[in-house]
């Protein structure tokens, strides 16, 4: 790999998460507020497609989310955990979970993965929906503060240390052996397996990884806002909207997911105010037009044309 590919696969990233560092410095109430949600949908983003590259599809994003939001928002009511800890906590729910159903769902491949990470996070916003007692029910639950008393600036960085978090699980992935093994799972797993790659240890690692980014987010999520319900928190936006972005700025990467989240971020705030009943059918046509007419993403055209300038010789 030329240094040039070296320096253009994580310029991206960086230049965005510098960017985002200093936002808060020059930003009103109201790009904070927008700037804070991109932020989390774009670490949602990159951590769907740490999955992706092992060729598991997963429409749970939301399923573990929602158990990272009422994971924070029942230790800090019930067991009086620090909301900073309880995000922690948050995270660890959602692995937990992950780990008991990967022993199942993990057995399956393609779109009977796919099909049933979906009607997970259905199951899981029914529970949630019923269980009173811990949960609030449909009234849902509500928090008596906000983490860092409501300081917009605070809970930006507060969000961007999600991004930093899921960026940096990206980052080892690439850069260990989970990389190779994921790959050759993705493109033959006959062929990984007779190699000796340990199938099915793999795919668990993945999945419990991008599961705690996931409940992260999602504590992070509860403890800015104060509130949890089930209608919220399991919204099909956090699974539809970070699947667009990965798939607009390219798979298989970092950069890919960071910079899908920044464009159909902007345009996501743009699409409510417009037709706020009816973009979540712009975030499928777009994921049909970018699946029909870019499959490699954005990042992906990039990375081809300047394998293309370099003759094959490099690798991005």
Not at 125 to 133: F, G, R, T, Y
Request: with cysteine; net charge positive.
């Amino acid at each position: 790999m030329t240094t040039f590919a070296r320096l253009a696969r994580w310029l991206l990233p960086a230049a965005v998460i510098a960017a985002a560092a200093v936002f808060p410095l020059v930003a009103g109430p109201y790009p904070l507020a927008v700037g804070q949600s991109i932020l989390l949908y774009m670490a949602l983003a990159v951590s769907w497609d740490m999955l992706l590259r092992s060729g598991q599809i997963s429409f749970g994003i939301a399923g573990f989310f929602g158990i990272g939001a009422y994971a924070s928002a029942v230790t800090v009511l019930s067991a009086g955990a620090p909301p900073v800890l309880s995000i922690l906590l948050a995270g660890l729910g959602a692995a937990a979970v992950a780990c008991i159903l990967g022993f199942i769902i993990l057995r399956l491949r393609k779109v009977y993965f796919a099909i049933t990470t979906l009607a997970l996070a259905e199951i899981f916003a029914v529970i949630v929906h019923n269980w009173d007692s811990l949960t609030g029910g449909a009234q849902g639950l509500v928090l008596p503060s906000i983490i860092f008393k409501g300081d917009g600036r605070a809970l930006f960085w507060l969000a961007l240390a999600s991004v930093l978090l899921a960026c940096g699980a990206s980052a080892f992935f690439q850069r260990s052996r989970l990389r190779f093994a994921l790959t050759a799972i993705r493109n033959n797993e006959a062929s990984a397996r007779s190699s000796g790659i340990n199938i099915f240890g793999y795919l668990m690692a993945a999945f419990v990884v991008t599961s705690f980014i996931q409940g992260i987010v999602g504590g992070v999520q509860v403890q800015m806002y104060g509130f949890a319900s089930p209608d919220s928190v399991f919204d099909a936006n956090y699974t539809l909207l970070p699947l667009a972005m990965a798939l607009l700025g390219g798979v298989y990467s970092t950069p890919g997911p960071v910079l899908g989240a920044v464009l159909l971020g902007v345009a996501s705030e743009y699409l409510k105010l417009k037709i706020p009943y009816g973009h979540l059918v712009v975030y499928g046509i777009i994921i049909l037009l970018v699946i029909l007419l870019l499959p490699q993403g954005l990042y992906g055209q990039y990375r081809r044309r300047v394998r293309a300038g370099l003759g094959g010789r490099g690798h991005v």
